[in-house]
């Protein structure tokens, strides 16, 4: 006669079944045929032959999951502080969805992410979105006194000056630590910098991926070249103006393949090719206006019969141009650097006690092409916002100073001794361009004195021994530091500073004050009201790669074959593939406690009635 242990590992068995389905994405109605299959194979099995699932149940099971999970989180958002990041995308359905991702310290003092809900919006003005986001935490108060973060791309709905989500959000708690993600700013800044170059630059590596990418023969022909020189064969990534990397990524293939473009492109030539006219081009780079600026009536005169081109003739012409192969290598120097900026921050394991070094170099890097050394030597700290005053104050290198300049830090990456005088002061004219709208922009986005407070979790940094910010950083968040008194920050504060912890300095900052945390024999902090404020500190969110990780499963779940999913199903089955996928062994582990969670939840479902919290001995889920 099965016992209970047998129904709990009976019910076990469902919820892998079930998981398993999720995280490699395929759908429910596989459930009938997965059950007749462990039957057949495992007939000696008593598990096996009871094993009874079909769709409607993994329903049930997945909206278990789904609350259990969110039960988790709710009980951590109570205690701790966190933050929300905020974004919103439309899937196949062609429906707008708006995602909330919590981030938050673990027991272990490590960040974790976690998805809170996911709705479909009919409206993005910011209203309907502030309102969908007091339903994700059903405006819950005992919750919203531990929100210390916020983060959110730059559009108006989300972070304009007037009547936006952001602004919303902080008239109802004005201590949160509002965050534009620095990755769409790295980006923005890119972009912005990229207007001052020559538009054949963009144009060119534009057109290279759409040449190869709409012709299947034409690719291949391309890889076989390749191939034929004894290379590896690679593709040209597509430059997307949505995706962050994407023009480095493409710049870096394309310079590596360069003399091979070159000789693809002239065999073309010499064997015959297409004519195209110049309009039917531009249609076919698919150009983002508003972004590049590349075309405008004035460049192109559409469909007029003598100003037919050749595609093949047109590129190879850019490509033996040693001018713009000058820019493709500046491109490459300056884009790698905002690349390695992006991925420090859209990483989950990038250690927040060094933002502000991070910060300070990416400024550092633009700012010192359009501001002398002198000025900037040691100072940028105290010289960032007078030179922020007025455009005039920003620039103080000659042209001549950059030259110089551009020649020690470029001259081995950039081929510009092979370009002659005047091509020379066309190239110094527009790269110099670049760095001061790029410098505006920086001015524009990122205030650098924001990140200060960050080096307080750098255990090895001379700036924890400052008091005074410590108390500037308690005054900010003082409302969710339950009730605490000046007096008893303060002098806590300096009893931890005046405490020797042997800090070891091969150890990271988490893993010490994981230590410092848990330092006392009675398993109480000695410091609590400082390491709450480090742990508000450590959950600041400072970009939203999150949420859009979340967008890419939602994504793989919901494909054109399965694009009438229901919106709370496909929330459901987005928040357990992204618990799947931050812990692998999730449901492996399980202890007995999580699994009746699991069936309370499911017995509470109005949809439900097979499972209660007690196992049955006749259970037929």
């Known amino acids: ?348 394991n990038f250690d927040c006690s060094q933002s502000y070094e991070v910060v300070f170099s990416f400024i550092k890097y633009f700012f010192s092409n359009v501001i002398s050394l002198s000025d900037l030597q040691n100072n940028l700290e105290k010289k960032y916002k007078t030179y922020m005053l007025t455009q005039n104050t920003l620039y103080t290198l000659s042209s001549s100073q950059f030259e110089k300049e551009f020649t020690l830090r470029f001259g081995d990456q950039v081929s510009i001794d092979r370009l002659s005088k005047s091509q020379k002061a066309t190239f110094f004219e527009h790269t110099y361009t670049y760095f001061k709208r790029a410098a505006l922009a920086i001015q524009n986005y990122i205030d650098l004195n924001n990140f200060k407070m960050f080096n307080l979790l750098d255990l090895k940094n001379k700036t924890i021994n400052n008091v005074e910010l410590w108390m500037s950083v308690f005054h900010r968040f003082k409302y969710m530091m339950r009730n605490t008194t000046n007096e008893e920050f303060y002098l806590e504060a300096i009893d931890f500073l005046s405490t020797n912890f042997n800090i070891d300095p091969n150890t990271s900052n988490s893993d010490s004050w994981r230590k410092i945390r848990y330092s006392e024999s009675n398993g109480k902090s000695r410091f609590p009201y400082l390491l709450r404020l480090v742990e508000a500190l450590y959950t600041l969110p400072y970009s939203t790669a999150e949420v859009e990780r979340t967008f890419s499963s939602m994504n793989l779940l919901k494909t054109p074959l399965r694009n009438r999913l229901e919106d709370n199903t496909t929330t459901a089955l987005v928040s357990i593939k992204e618990s799947l996928k931050r812990k692998r062994e999730l449901f492996e582990s399980y202890e007995v406690d999580n699994y009746k969670k699991i069936k309370h939840f499911i017995s509470e479902s109005k949809e439900s009635i097979a499972i209660n919290l007690k196992p049955l001995e006749n259970d037929s889920l």
């Open 1 to 348: 006669m099965p016992n209970l242990k047998f129904y709990e590992e009976l019910f076990k068995n469902k919820v892998k079944i079930t998981t398993f389905l999720i995280q490699h994405n395929l759908p429910m109605n596989l459930i009938p045929d997965l059950v007749s299959l462990a039957k057949s194979c495992f007939q000696d099995s008593l598990l096996a032959k009871n094993l009874t699932l079909n769709e409607k149940n993994s329903k049930d099971i997945i909206f278990g999951i789904q609350e259990a999970l969110k039960y988790e989180v709710y009980d951590q958002l109570k205690q701790k502080p966190f933050s929300v990041l905020i974004d919103e995308s439309t899937d196949i359905s062609n429906k707008k969805q708006l995602a909330f991702v919590v981030r938050y310290l673990n027991n272990n003092f490590e960040c974790e992410y976690a998805l809170m809900d996911m709705k479909h919006i009919e409206h993005a003005d910011s209203e309907t979105l502030y309102q969908a986001f007091l339903e994700a935490f059903h405006n819950d108060e005992e919750i919203f006194q531990n929100l210390v973060g916020l983060s959110t791309d730059g559009a108006n709905n989300m972070r304009g000056i007037h009547n936006s989500l952001n602004q919303k959000i902080l008239l109802k708690n004005k201590g949160i630590y509002s965050i534009h993600c620095l990755c769409h700013i790295a980006n923005l800044i890119a972009k912005r910098a990229q207007t001052a170059l020559p538009e054949e630059v963009i144009m060119l590596v534009k057109t290279l991926y759409n040449y190869f990418s709409r012709s299947s023969f034409q690719n291949d022909e391309y890889l076989n070249l390749q191939k034929s020189l004894g290379l590896q064969p690679l593709r040209i990534p597509q430059p997307s103006p949505t995706r962050w990397t994407g023009i480095s990524e493409a710049i870096n293939i394309i310079l590596e393949r360069w003399s091979v473009l070159e000789l693809f492109f002239h065999k073309k030539l010499e064997s015959g090719n297409r004519l195209i006219t110049q309009g039917e081009l531009e249609d076919d780079i698919e150009i983002d206006q508003d972004i590049y600026n590349l075309f405008d009536e004035e460049n192109f005169e559409r469909a007029k019969p003598e100003n037919k081109v050749s595609i093949e003739q047109k590129v190879y012409e850019l490509l033996i141009d040693k001018e713009i192969k000058a820019y493709i290598q500046f491109l490459k120097c300056t884009l790698t650097k905002i690349a390695c900026f992006i991925k420090a921050f859209e990483g989950n």
